[in-house]
């Protein structure tokens, strides 16, 4: 799947976070833990490479715990802080402004050696689209201040947010790339919902889906659709769930257009239980 997809009000949160960068004392990115690296925004490393990052893997909560282990070891190793956090239940948001205090400790100790009267750290809360920044941010302030919603590219415009006397934050929209290069990024994302469902397509991302779990989660993708085996063609299983579910037109045959959207949906709403749809690098097979 190769998506071209770069709305006007992305570029300009682009051009805004270049611009307000060296404003900023600590970064905060919110990326989903089934697929870390494919929802980080690349060129993120880029604009905030001077700054202290703290990275909150949301979503963990749908995220195989296995590999959330690992991939908090990852982006540790790569001298982040991390989080893992359930925005929508409220877990580990209570840990960000502490974690964030941490990180500009070094900034404070600058300040207090110089003498300088101290303010309010400025973080940085960027994350592509429906990566749960919102939520992220709502949690944290105890209050409705942004749109949340399950479409991506709620957030259109930078907003300053004070969440206390010690933490002011900047909130950007959630900025994709210009381009997915690589297939496996394109799918992934069209299946966590950080691009919109016009521009993909269903039977695409669940050929993708149920080849990956036939791959690594053959006892979900089985105790799912009830089945005894997981038979080698695309095709066969298709037809095996549809007629578990019933999913048929006139003649008996196979709708394969609602199982496409059958399976993408059960992904999207957790029935498979807890899935990650890529591995750290260390770990990939």
């Known amino acids: 799947m190769t998506i071209q997809w770069y709305p006007g009000h992305m570029a300009k949160a682009r051009r805004q976070v270049q611009e307000k960068i060296k404003q900023i004392d600590v970064v905060i990115e919110v990326a989903d833990a089934r697929a870390p690296l494919a929802s980080r925004n690349p060129l993120v490393d880029e604009m905030t490479s001077s700054k202290p990052r703290l990275m909150i893997l949301n979503k963990a909560d749908l995220a195989d715990p296995e590999y959330n282990r690992l ?10 802080a991390v989080i893992l956090a359930d925005a929508q239940k409220g877990k580990g948001i209570r840990e960000i402004p502490v974690k964030v205090k941490e990180l500009a400790e070094p900034l404070l100790a600058k300040w207090a050696r110089k003498g300088i009267r101290p303010r309010s750290i400025r973080a940085l809360i960027i994350g592509i689209p429906n990566s749960g920044k919102s939520t992220v941010i709502n949690r944290l302030a105890g209050k409705r201040i942004t749109k949340i919603g399950d ?3 709620v957030t259109k ?21 210009p381009k997915f290069e ?5 799918q992934m994302l069209a299946l966590t919902g950080a691009i919109k469902e016009e521009i993909f397509d269903y039977d695409e991302s669940a050929d993708y889906l149920l080849r990956f779990l036939g ?10 659709y009830q089945l005894e085996t997981i038979p ?12 578990k579910r019933g999913i048929l037109i006139a003649g008996g045959r196979i709708d394969y257009e609602r199982v496409s959207e ?6 999207r709403n957790g029935h ?8 750290p690098p260390k770990t990939s097979g």
């Open 157 to 177: 415009a930078q907003q300053w947010i004070k969440l206390n006397k010690e933490l002011d934050l900047l909130d950007t929209p959630g900025i994709l790339w």
């Open 151 to 153: 479409k991506p590219g």
């Open 215 to 224: 791959e690594h989660y053959q006892t979900l993708l089985m105790k799912r």
């Open 262 to 267: 059958l399976i993408f949906r059960d992904f």
């Open 272 to 279: 498979f239980g807890r899935i990650t749809l890529e591995f």
């Open 71 to 80: 991939w908090a070891d990852y982006f540790e190793k790569k001298g982040d």
């Open 182 to 186: 690589d297939p496996n990024v394109g």
């Open 232 to 243: 080698e063609k695309i095709e066969d299983l298709y037809d095996q769930i549809g007629h």
